[in-house]
């Protein structure tokens, strides 16, 4: 789809469906908050954002250079990716994420 026309997505949203998807997956994931929320409201279907690798990376860069603090933005992203409305997560940081929600270091 044309990243600049937002309407494009409920375009797309209903050709899949109509094609028998079962998930919808949004790439990448950040930049798409916006989709996201628009797919969540106009479907029933599981909506999975995928955080792709650049994404990761600057935040992984911002925490090394100490721009940023890390484990803070990387949750920040991923509720922010899960507030929009995706059911599913996929990212480079699902074991620090996992580690960091159970208290570990």
Do not use: W
């Amino acid at each position: 789809m044309n990243p600049a026309n937002y309407r494009e997505a409920l375009i797309e949203l209903h050709a899949n469906e109509s094609e028998g998807a079962d998930i919808l997956l949004v790439k990448p994931g950040l930049p798409y908050l916006d989709v996201i929320r628009l797919l969540r409201d106009n479907s029933p279907l599981p909506i999975a954002a995928y955080q792709v690798s650049g994404e990761y990376s600057m935040i992984k860069a911002g925490g090394v250079l100490k721009m940023i603090d890390e484990e803070k933005v990387m949750l920040e992203s991923l509720m922010c990716l899960r507030r929009a409305g995706a059911d599913i997560i996929l990212t480079c940081f699902a074991l620090q994420a996992a580690r960091s929600l159970c208290g570990e270091k």
